[in-house]
């Protein structure tokens, strides 16, 4: 909640800037943000093909055994016998 009214606040232009009007110190604010968050996304479209991941993390999606790892597992575990 304190980040929300942080944001909301950063918009009203300070009593210091009384050159520029509040519609323009809106859009710099604007605009600055915008372009301070662009790099993570460009870096995510330009990246090599061997940076990215082939599946999701196993430990954070329910992902099924592979028969390598069900192999090594003894019977009574719900491996091969």
Do not use: N
């Amino acid at each position: 909640m304190g980040c929300i009214v942080g944001f909301v606040i950063g918009f009203v232009p300070p009593t210091g800037v009384k050159h520029w009007p509040t519609p323009i110190y809106v859009a710099a604010m604007v605009a600055g943000i915008v372009i301070s968050s662009l790099p993570p996304f460009i870096i995510e479209k330009i990246k090599k093909p061997s940076r990215k991941l082939a599946h999701p993390d196993d430990v954070l999606v329910d992902v099924g055994p592979t028969d390598a790892a069900q192999a090594r597992r003894p019977a009574a575990e719900g491996g091969r016998p």
